[in-house]
């Protein structure tokens, strides 16, 4: 007989709201019947079919932020990886060409990190890049990430890591490159904000939707936005709490 490894689950966004959940758990006791999506063996397979798309998509993204540092067209107030409120680029493209020097710096430097992790590359050893073009070193950074996915996301040595900015963890930072071309060249989901009764927890009105979440049929949890009180619902639980809030209003009329 050999020995299964025990499953853990996905350090991925899906698993946000498990892990939010058992946060509340071991500090107020409070259970729940949230289930983790497990690791095959470190991210699941959602996560790593959405870093699959992420990083084929990144290409033409980035090609659309070139653009914006050639012409200087970008739309001003665009929020950018590293902006702040009152910056104000010094001329036109500028913000374009931070964003792109960025993400370019940070996608090869993953990309010798794993190519040398894997003994491709030798640690003291790095390719020569005078005369290559910009757009041939972005689209050659994706091709080799895109190739080495399936290693990264379940065998680097940050792939247990959750995917958040800052961390090491390839899937994240993928994600995180994403978000940000999206972001800048307005690509990026836009959601209706859904007006949606007091929590029953809390009694504010804190609740909504948390698309960060993992979907549960298609459909998003509903979460607590007070600090000090992050209840966290599915969609069929907190349509049966309005219903029964609903009769409650109805009965007292």
């Known amino acids: 007989m050999h020995d299964h490894p025990t499953p853990k689950p996905c350090p991925g966004p899906c698993n946000n709201a498990w892990r939010r959940a058992e946060a509340v758990l071991a500090e107020t006791g409070t259970s729940h019947h949230l289930t983790p999506a497990w690791g095959q063996p470190t991210q699941c397979y959602g996560c790593r079919e959405r870093a699959l798309r992420q990083i084929t998509e990144l290409p033409e993204l980035l090609t659309a932020v070139q653009l914006e540092a050639i012409y200087g067209t970008r739309p001003q107030n665009t929020a950018t990886i590293h902006s702040r409120p009152n910056d104000t680029p010094a001329w036109p493209g500028q913000a374009a060409r931070l964003l792109i020097d960025t993400l370019l710096g940070e996608m090869e430097e993953l990309q010798a990190d794993v190519l040398t992790l894997r003994g491709i590359w030798k640690a003291d050893t790095q390719p020569d890049r005078n005369g290559v073009r910009e757009g041939q070193r972005l689209t050659g ?6 190739a080495h996915l399936d290693w990264m996301l ?3 040595p940050a792939a247990g890591e959750p995917h958040e900015q800052g961390n090491a963890n390839p899937a994240g930072q993928i994600r995180h490159w994403h978000a940000a071309a999206q972001r800048f060249t307005k690509q990026h989901p ?20 948390s698309r960060d979440l993992r979907l549960v049929d298609d459909r998003p949890y ?3 936005r007070d600090p000090d009180c992050r209840r966290i619902m599915t969609t069929a639980e907190y349509e049966t709490y309005v219903k029964a809030l609903a009769a409650v209003v109805t009965q007292a009329a």
């Open 222 to 224: 509903i979460e607590c």
């Open 190 to 209: 836009q959601h209706d904000v859904r007006k949606l009764a007091p929590c029953p927890r809390c009694k504010g009105p804190y609740l909504a939707e």
């Open 141 to 146: 950074a994706c091709r080799i990430l895109a």
């Open 154 to 156: 379940q065998h680097h």
